[in-house]
């Protein structure tokens, strides 16, 4: 089911956003909700080389391994 959710914009992101949107002949809203999906999309996952390559380095595999381990046990240092 779709959810809605409340978005303020100041004057200026918003004449931007509405520009986008009238040259694509498209509303804010689904503008906005497909760049920011393909946004995180490509941002935040990897792709399938990029996966294939991370879990052929053996060396990065074990570093993280160790580092997930060491994070459920709360040791060493985290950054913010």
């Known amino acids: 089911m779709a959810k809605t959710v409340t978005l303020r914009l100041d004057e200026e992101t918003y004449r931007v ?3 986008a ?3 694509e ?3 804010i809203a689904n503008l906005i ?3 920011a999906l393909h ?3 490509e941002e ?3 792709d399938d080389a990029e996966m294939k390559e991370i879990l052929s380095n053996e ?3 074990g570093r993280l391994k160790k580092g997930s ?3 459920r046990r709360r040791r060493g240092k985290f950054v913010e």
């Open 17 to 19: 956003f509405s520009e």
């Open 21 to 23: 949107a009238r040259a």
């Open 25 to 27: 002949r498209r509303s």
């Open 33 to 35: 909700e497909t760049s």
């Open 39 to 41: 946004r995180i999309l």
């Open 44 to 46: 935040q996952f990897t």
């Open 59 to 61: 060396k990065l595999l």
């Open 69 to 71: 381990r060491d994070a």
